[in-house]
């Protein structure tokens, strides 16, 4: 049997594929092998992400819930009618925060889930943030965090009966124990909660055979606990992105510690290089893919409009200026009418950034549509604002005054500006993407899986794994080079349709059943 222990958090509810294991998971449910997932972290919307990642059939045991006595509990959503606030207090609605006013005052702001359930809420006092409590995904309290003066003191943890059971400080990360509700822990008084995390986890893996497995995911905040444990010659370690630092104080202990286990993951090339840098070139360690291809391909070909998706995340300002213009020079040549073609080409752009980065890319476009095309700025403001009007005549005045007005504002009108939350939403936009371009230093993992799953080309500026140059992309070596990489995949069909056609060849590749398999192999399972 293999047990897969993940690092997940609550903070990765929102991130797309936040770690390797899921993938790695999800490509044992559904066969005859066993398994189990051991969910170490605190996570009292434990339910909701397993939902959301398609891994809540899964056979998994929650730490956190053994801790606080939680068993079997009738699930229910918490909702705005659970809060008894008085006949005075305005809710103001926002897409996932409400603000309980009362007169000039927030008393309350509560935080939602896409469906609207309730996770947190923050109460103030004058101004300043007394409690804050936070929603198990069934129903209760689960932890509720007290400040002082702004500043946070301790988090209390829940059972069911509304008892404490945990007290963790926030300055000394000391973690006081209930002796009236504790079933499981053998102390009073923890240094911090990995102790009480490790303490637990050594409990229930001492339950398993000797030749079972162990895949555990390594962070930078339970690495240090590593050398304690008690289950290292069945343990296969986990190093995923940038979850874990290879600095020079861990050099020694991380040597030792990948000496003495079973077998190393990693997921990258660098990664790969930094460990056998640290520890040398042994042949336990191996990489493989976090993810599978488990997507069908993509519709674009089906539609009028071409769509580039960039990916303009991690990427320094002067970059991300630099690629987004040669785009946009790209759009501007090949979509003008040129000579006797009977129609316009369409050539739509997804621009996909952080959290709160529309405005700076939005500026960006704008400064560049300024620097190509002076004063034309302000006209296409009007033009857009007639068209919505319907105001013919005055249309056609302005196109007289200045013939790009309403080829800029096509090029404007489809620019898509998106901030991507969960796997589903990247696969949406993808659907209609007919190249993805990335040129981050480390490209990101689950949208070049998921290039492959759906047939697109990619272009890139760092050679990885899961493109084959001049097959299923391309890596350029500037971005000057972007231009002529466009044309090779948009002009030119045949280009296209061979890396549509290679992408399918190697979806078997890093398919599901391929990852378990490699897995099984790795661990000694198979």
Request: glycine share 4%; with cysteine; hydrophobic share 35%.
């Amino acid at each position: 049997m293999i047990t897969f222990i993940p690092s997940w958090h609550e903070k990765t509810i929102n991130n797309v594929s936040s770690d390797d294991l899921i993938g790695q998971v999800k490509s044992f449910m559904h066969s005859d092998d066993a398994y189990q997932v051991l969910v170490s972290n605190y996570m009292p919307f434990c339910r909701y992400f397993l939902h959301r990642y398609e891994i809540l059939e899964s056979n998994y045991w929650n730490l956190f819930d053994e801790l606080q006595g939680i068993t079997e509990v009738q699930q229910r959503a918490v909702t705005l009618d659970d809060f008894d606030f008085d006949d005075d207090i305005r809710l103001i609605y926002t897409p996932f925060v409400i603000l309980a006013r009362s007169d000039d005052q927030t008393i309350a702001e509560i935080r939602t889930e896409q469906s609207g359930q309730v996770q947190s809420a923050l109460y103030f006092k004058d101004g300043l943030p007394i409690y804050h409590d936070h929603y198990d995904d069934r129903g209760f309290i689960s932890s509720r965090e007290i400040f002082q003066d702004e500043k946070l003191l301790y988090t209390s943890y829940f059972n069911l009966d509304g008892d404490w059971v945990l007290h963790e400080f926030a300055d000394s990360h000391v973690v006081k124990v209930n002796s009236a509700t504790n079933q499981y822990l053998s102390q009073l008084e923890y240094s911090n909660m990995h102790e009480i995390e490790f303490e637990m986890l050594n409990k229930k893996l001492s339950e398993l055979d000797d030749n079972d497995s162990i895949v555990m995911s390594i962070t930078d905040d339970n690495f240090m606990y590593m050398k304690n444990v008690k289950f290292k010659k069945q343990l296969t370690a986990s190093f995923f992105a940038d979850r874990f630092t290879f600095s020079k104080d861990k050099k020694k202990m991380l040597k030792e510690f990948v000496t003495d286990i079973k077998s190393s993951l990693v997921d990258s090339d660098s990664n790969y290089e930094q460990l056998n840098k640290i520890v040398g070139d042994l042949n336990t360690i191996h990489k493989i893919s976090p993810y599978d291809t488990r997507f069908e391909f993509g519709k674009s070909q089906e539609m009028k409009e071409e769509v580039i998706f960039f990916d303009a995340r991690n990427l320094s300002d002067s970059d991300l200026h630099d690629a987004i213009l040669e785009i946009l020079k790209y759009i501007f040549k090949n979509m003008k009418k040129t000579g006797d073609e009977k129609e316009d080409r369409k050539i739509g752009l997804t621009l996909r950034g952080n959290l709160d980065d529309e405005d700076k890319l939005k500026g960006i476009v704008n400064e560049i549509i300024n620097q190509l095309y002076p004063d034309t700025l302000d006209l296409i403001k009007q033009f857009m604002e007639l068209k919505a009007s319907e105001n013919p005549v005055d249309q056609l005045y302005l196109l007289k005054f200045n013939s790009n007005v309403k080829f800029l504002a096509e090029v404007i009108e489809g620019i898509a500006y998106e901030i991507i939350n969960t796997d589903d939403e990247l696969m949406k936009s993808l659907n209609r993407a007919r190249i993805i371009v990335d040129l981050s230093h480390q490209p990101d993992q689950f949208t070049q899986i998921a290039a492959i799953s759906t047939g697109i080309p990619q272009i890139n500026m760092v050679k990885t794994e899961f493109v084959e140059e001049n097959k299923n992309g391309i890596v350029i070596k500037d971005i000057a080079s972007l231009k002529k990489a466009l044309n090779r995949y948009l002009n030119q069909l045949k280009y296209w349709q061979d890396a549509r056609a290679y992408s399918a060849q190697k979806i078997s590749q890093y398919s599901g059943d391929a990852l378990k398999n490699y897995l099984l192999e790795i661990t000694g399972e198979q």
